[in-house]
């Protein structure tokens, strides 16, 4: 609540005069706030009257003789000071009225002339708005509280054309209809046009694949694209596995281990893996060429399991293996028969029928006959001689032959003089292979130790009748047992007859 003080143009403050009436103390009033012209009750302005008595000693106060309730005032320290509220103020009429502060040993008085009320109001204020249709309302207050009020008439609607609005598939659509452009009000209502309806047509299909769900093409409206009939699920696929065959790795290749696809999109399932090479295990050397006393040798090392030759070499010559010079034979090698020097000379040294040296057996011979035909001669199937040849200084040569396995044989060579003395009948002028005679060996047991053999003399080149030459033939005999003592027999002598 406003709180105006209005002092009196000449204001007496009589601080200790007090004066006696009947043995009351008649107190002065110290302040009055009101203006010399008198109290305007506004309704808002309180009024303030303070007496020079002690605050403790009041008692009421009274307005023209008539106790005011409490309640329309407030006291306040300060001597005494009573403050009273506009409401109460309002209620008494314009004049001269008596104000008494009562205290419990005297009362102090003043007059005070109220004087009517002029509202002073203040700016308007819009409460409501005038809309297009409905008037608004606006007021104003006076400073005593009083309210003026005022309408503000409607304003009208400002009419704007609507714009025509086309049908779509599901919503109507309008035209020539108006409104207000302020409050939106429908001012003339425009004419409905149907709606199209939906134009259906299909969505796309998507094929399920191994891995993703496939959806139903469904329905929609090519105009608006509302969904007609919903598209549906189709459940994946799965992968259709397939096996990638492995490969076992070599000694030189990599391998690769099993996996495997789908058939379908090519997805890798299961991934194949590198496997790295063996490598070679190599296995013992194997010999190709065989190295000897007269030539190199080769070698080889092959990988046991794919055979691939790693290694070759070759083998360096090996040494002689002497055999010591035999009384046939000079030193031979075992190995490759090559030989050094020359056989042994002395002659065979017997010990035990047996050389020391070369192993020959000791055997002795005895030649039957002794001696050949000097003259043979030559007869044909009828009876016809054709010629004769004369044999001269006669000799017998014996030898000993020894095998690879170191047996012996006895060579036997024959040495002769050969004259061809005649050639009747004889249709050429020389002749070949001149006499041929059988033998026959034996033990000393008389055992034959060879059936009867054959041999002829051999000319070393054709004669002429007259012509002389020396001529040699050899045979063998068989393998002796040393210690033994032979009979070598000749018979069956024949001359043999070959023409030139």
């Known amino acids: 609540m406003k709180r105006i003080v209005i002092a009196f143009a000449l204001t007496v403050i009589l601080l200790f005069l007090v004066s006696c009436q009947g043995g009351k103390l008649d107190y002065e009033v110290k302040e009055v706030s009101a203006s010399g012209e008198g109290y305007e009750a506004d309704g808002a302005s309180e009024l303030v009257i303070t007496s020079v008595a002690e605050y403790s000693k009041f008692v009421s106060v009274k307005v023209d003789g008539e106790i005011v309730d409490p309640k329309n005032y407030t006291v306040e320290e300060g001597s005494t000071r009573i403050i009273f509220k506009p409401e109460f103020l309002a209620t008494l009429s314009s004049g001269e009225h008596t104000f008494t502060i009562v205290s419990t040993d005297g009362e102090a008085n003043t007059k005070l002339t109220f004087v009517p009320h002029e509202h002073k109001f203040g700016e308007w204020s819009t409460v409501k708005e005038a809309s297009c249709t409905d008037d608004g309302a606006e007021e104003r207050y006076c400073t005593c509280g009083e309210k003026e009020s005022r309408t503000i008439p409607a304003k009208g ?46 969505g796309p299909f998507i094929e399920p694949t191994c891995t993703e769900d496939g959806m139903t093409a469904g ?78 040798g080769t070698r080889h090392v092959n990988c046991t399991v794919c055979g691939a030759t790693l290694k070759t070499e070759t083998i360096p010559k090996t040494d002689h293996d002497w055999k010591d010079a035999t009384c046939f034979k000079p030193k031979t090698c075992k190995i490759c028969g090559a030989t050094e020097g020359e056989p042994r000379k002395g002659g065979h040294v017997y010990e035990n029928h047996e050389c020391i040296y070369c192993g020959a057996p000791e055997v002795t011979i005895t030649f039957s006959p002794s001696a050949f035909p000097q003259v043979l001669w030559y007869n044909d199937d009828a009876g016809h001689q054709h010629s004769s040849v004369k044999l001269s200084n006669v000799s017998w040569i014996m030898g000993m032959m020894e095998y690879q396995d170191g047996t012996f044989t006895w060579m036997l060579s024959l040495k002769f003089d050969i004259e061809k003395v005649s050639s009747e009948n004889d249709q050429y002028d020389y002749i070949t292979d001149v006499i041929g005679f059988g033998w026959t060996l034996t033990d000393s047991k008389g055992n034959e130790i060879t059936d009867h053999g054959w041999t002829s003399l051999q000319i070393e080149q054709d004669m002429k009748i007259g012509e002389k030459k020396t001529g040699v033939t050899s045979w063998l005999w068989g393998r002796p047992v040393k210690g033994e003592h032979y009979t070598l027999t000749f018979h069956d002598f024949s001359p043999t007859y070959t023409y030139g």
């Open 219 to 296: 329905k929609k409206c090519s105009v608006c694209g509302a969904v007609l009939e919903e598209q549906k699920r189709i459940p994946k696929k799965g992968h259709v596995e397939v096996k990638d065959p492995g490969k076992a790795p070599t000694c030189t290749e990599e391998g690769i281990s099993e996996g495997s696809h789908c058939s379908v999109c090519g997805t890798v399932i299961k991934a194949q893996e590198k496997i790295a090479a063996k490598g070679h295990t190599e296995g013992n050397w194997v010999i190709d060429k065989k190295a000897t006393c007269s030539r190199t």
């Open 157 to 202: 609607h400002v009419e704007v054309n609507d714009e025509d609005v086309e049908p779509t598939c599901t919503e109507e659509g309008s035209t020539g209809g108006t409104h207000c452009s302020v409050c939106n009000a429908v001012i003339k209502v425009p004419e409905k046009i149907a709606a199209k309806g939906h134009v259906p047509v299909d």
